[in-house]
């Protein structure tokens, strides 16, 4: 799919490209993505904003470890990077367990030459 379509809506493929990143959910029983809208989005991104709130001081100890010469860039970028993955991760099944559902970001894909569809959004409650 990456040579076809690219991997960012700024590259293109060989036979077209992603149009649109759009937030859904499985339906398993249709095997279809539909998409949560703005409203179901943002309640996850909350979560996110949550999650990582709670891992600022945790943070400032890395960044003060690095300042001091304690660890090294490099040290500080993975553990950052490891933090912030599993906040994404620990938001992502937070939202599951109440909404019943993980969030999943689609890529609309377009073919060159031809009218590229896209989703309409579906209200979730």
């Known amino acids: 799919m990456r040579e076809l ?20 959910k ?34 400032a100890e890395i960044y003060d470890g690095y300042e001091n010469g304690l660890i090294t860039a490099e040290e500080r970028d993975t553990i950052i990077g490891r933090r912030g993955y599993s906040a994404y991760l620990e938001a992502k099944k937070r939202f599951a367990e109440i909404y019943g559902f993980y969030p999943i970001k689609v890529p609309n ?3 060159y030459g031809t009218d590229i569809l896209k989703f309409e959004n579906e209200k979730i409650a």
């Open 5 to 24: 379509f690219g991997r960012s809506l700024d590259e293109g493929g060989t036979i077209g490209g992603i149009t649109e990143k759009i937030w859904c």
């Open 26 to 59: 499985l339906d398993s029983d249709h095997n279809c993505y539909i998409p949560i809208g703005e409203v179901m989005e943002q309640k996850f991104f909350t979560m996110i904003r949550a999650e990582k709130s709670m891992t600022t001081a945790f943070e």
């Open 109 to 111: 894909y377009g073919f």
